[in-house]
């Protein structure tokens, strides 16, 4: 349920930022900036806080979109550069024959 995980991953992040206030204005910048784009089912900080890295659950057509307003809206509002990593979903690890 792609819908409820994205919805989980919004209300973690809103938790994380207000109730623990382990967020920063970067952090929030993008998930914002997520938040705003249609295809993005959710997105929330990881990792320790403080700064650091957020993961963007995207449908891929919504993929290009997502880079560009990235692209656009996070030097606008923290006057920082960053990266993008883009991963694809794997059945994960098994067995080599």
Request: aromatic residues 8%; negative net charge; hydrophobic residues 35%.
């Amino acid at each position: 349920d792609l819908v409820r995980f994205g919805e989980l991953m919004n209300q973690s992040h809103i938790g994380l930022r207000d109730e623990y206030e382990v967020s920063c204005p970067e952090l929030d910048a993008l998930v914002e900036t997520a938040w705003g784009i249609n295809g993005v089912i959710g997105s929330r900080m990881t990792g320790a806080g403080f700064g650091g890295c957020t993961v963007s659950l995207v449908i891929e057509d919504a993929l290009t979109e997502f880079i560009n307003k990235v692209n656009e809206e996070y030097p606008k509002r923290t006057g920082l550069q960053h990266e993008i990593y883009i991963f694809k979903a794997e059945d994960g690890a098994g067995t080599i024959d």
